[in-house]
């Protein structure tokens, strides 16, 4: 059974900062890469009645309308960002990997596991080498620290380039635990309030 809670005033599509994450590595080698959104403060202000948990609002992304990219219809998926992973090989998992951060969470995701795979930087190496974001339009976000190199080749390939902090949250805050050679190698982004722990 769900009861709907007090009408909440509306907000900002850009979320509310209510994503959470957890990367777990047992002994057996078991694996979970979790990702917990409400997509805005109180979700869709609807709770399950016997059990508490808040279900989330991201269709609010969506429309009702013929809209090409946003407008609900049979046959298409509607937009979602949420995308804990798995990297299996070798028999098992070789990395669990996830992150908040709305719908930059695939492009951070993505350039950790390059930057670790094809790169060869270990994991807390490959979650703190800078990073760019792309939102919308033709604007490109990229880290202070990124070399000036970058900004060029964005500029001349059309690009917008817009410089944030060094090390902006706005990146995400990737979590990770790499399994090489029967040991385990967790890394945490510094960006957010990521920890990696050993039992």
């Known amino acids: 059974m769900l009861w709907w809670a007090n009408t909440v005033p509306a907000m900002s599509l850009a979320g509310g900062g209510d994503t959470s994450k957890l990367v777990v590595v047992d002994a057996a080698g078991r694996a979970v890469s979790w990702v917990q959104s409400l997509f805005e403060a109180f979700g869709s202000g609807v709770v399950c009645q016997n059990h508490g948990l808040v ?3 991201r269709a609010m992304l969506e429309r009702l309308d013929d809209d090409p990219m946003r407008g609900l219809r049979g046959g298409f998926r509607p937009f979602h960002t949420l995308c804990p992973a798995l ?7 070789e990395l669990a990997i996830a992150t908040p951060g709305d719908h930059g969470q695939p492009q951070s995701l993505f350039q950790v596991v390059r ?3 094809d790169q060869g930087l270990d994991i807390q190496s490959a979650i703190e080498w800078p990073r760019l974001r792309h939102d919308a339009g033709r604007d490109v976000m990229l880290e202070r620290r990124c070399p000036p190199t970058w900004d060029s080749a964005l500029s001349k390939a059309g690009w917008a380039v817009k410089r944030v902090d060094g090390w902006s949250r706005v990146m995400g805050g990737v979590n990770a ?3 090489m050679e029967g040991q385990l190698f967790g890394g945490a982004d510094p960006r957010r309030s990521s920890y990696a722990i050993a039992e």
């Open 55 to 57: 279900l989330h609002n």
């Open 87 to 93: 990297v299996t090989g070798n028999g098992g998992v």
């Open 115 to 117: 930057r670790h795979f």
């Open 177 to 179: 635990i790499r399994r």
